[in-house]
């Protein structure tokens, strides 16, 4: 049998407890659990599952993609659209007024 040796990681008390009831469920300890997360890990060379942005983090990158397609496009700054959307808006609080 391999040596043993302890990992120490901080968590969220109330993530794990429900990380303990749900391995518990399955049969293992949560320490079980994270060694079948390290060896799987190590045997694929990578996280054994997929980890996804989160729906700000893929908005964030979608933006980012377009501005530059705008850029490279010659299409309007964010800036620039702004200011035409600025621009209406103070034309339609004119004709209101003159009304």
């Known amino acids: 049998m391999a040596e043993l040796t302890t990992l120490n990681v901080k968590i969220d008390r ?8 749900l391995f518990n469920a399955m049969g293992m300890t949560l320490s079980t659990a994270i060694n079948v997360f390290v060896r799987q890990a190590v045997q694929e060379q990578a996280i054994p599952f997929q980890i996804h942005l989160n729906e700000r983090g893929q908005f964030r990158k979608l933006l980012t993609s377009m501005r530059a397609e705008a850029e490279a496009h010659g299409y309007m700054t964010d800036e620039e659209i702004n200011a035409e959307i600025q621009a209406a808006r103070a034309e339609i609080k004119l004709i209101k007024a003159e009304a």
């Open 14 to 21: 109330d993530l794990k407890y429900e990380a303990d009831t």
